[in-house]
């Protein structure tokens, strides 16, 4: 059985983050999302929060499963049986940082491959930093949030 890890911070997840799952669910036996937990970030939601926002949209998804950790993803992703990740390559931009975070990964666990989707064109530049900073104005989300969290989203990001 296939298994591929798509790691991230996913505070929250979006609809970019939405298209990556659904595209790499159909290519691998198992999917699991993993919410990595990043010291250096100050979210905007836990990590038990952001599963439970990952886990309410890909209820139709069989094959994907959703977890957290702060273990270092080539030993998560060892423990887990897995010998890729799946990352999405937005602009640019990404490149250079994937690409770095792809070696040394493979340098730690050279079973461990990273596999790359590029966004699609209307994600392009879609990030959930993005979305944290059009939260603050009046604006439509529509686009670039899954349907079932945009309440919980605005709620938050007007309480904090
Ligand atoms: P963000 O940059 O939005 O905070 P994450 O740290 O959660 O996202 O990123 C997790 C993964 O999802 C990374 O591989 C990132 O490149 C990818 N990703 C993020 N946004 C998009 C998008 N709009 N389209 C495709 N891939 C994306």
């Given at each position: 059985m296939k298994i591929a890890i798509y790691p991230g911070s996913f505070d929250p997840i979006t609809s970019g983050h939405l298209n990556?799952?659904?595209?790499?669910?159909?290519i691998?036996?198992?999917?699991?999302?993993?919410v990595m937990v990043n010291c250096a970030k100050s979210p905007l939601f836990t990590r038990d929060e952001r599963v439970e926002l990952i886990?309410?949209?890909?209820?139709?998804?069989?094959?994907?499963?959703?977890?957290?950790?702060?273990?270092?993803?080539?030993e998560y992703a060892k423990r887990k049986g897995s010998c890729v990740i799946v990352k999405g390559l937005r602009a640019g931009s990404d490149f250079e940082n994937e690409f770095q975070m792809a070696l040394i990964n493979h340098k730690i666990n050279p079973s461990l491959d990273t596999m790359f989707l590029t966004a699609e064109h209307q994600y392009?530049?879609?990030s959930s930093s993005t979305v944290k900073?059009?939260?603050?104005?009046?604006?439509?989300?529509?686009?670039?949030?899954?349907?079932?969290?945009?309440?919980d989203?605005?709620?938050?990001i007007t309480s904090k």
């Amino acid at each position: 059985m296939k298994i591929a890890i798509y790691p991230g911070s996913f505070d929250p997840i979006t609809s970019g983050h939405l298209n990556i799952i659904r595209r790499a669910a159909n290519i691998f036996d198992k999917l699991i999302v993993c919410v990595m937990v990043n010291c250096a970030k100050s979210p905007l939601f836990t990590r038990d929060e952001r599963v439970e926002l990952i886990r309410r949209v890909i209820g139709d998804l069989p094959n994907v499963e959703v977890d957290s950790s702060d273990e270092l993803l080539a030993e998560y992703a060892k423990r887990k049986g897995s010998c890729v990740i799946v990352k999405g390559l937005r602009a640019g931009s990404d490149f250079e940082n994937e690409f770095q975070m792809a070696l040394i990964n493979h340098k730690i666990n050279p079973s461990l491959d990273t596999m790359f989707l590029t966004a699609e064109h209307q994600y392009m530049y879609l990030s959930s930093s993005t979305v944290k900073e059009l939260g603050n104005y009046n604006v439509d989300l529509s686009d670039f949030l899954p349907e079932q969290i945009i309440p919980d989203f605005k709620q938050r990001i007007t309480s904090k």
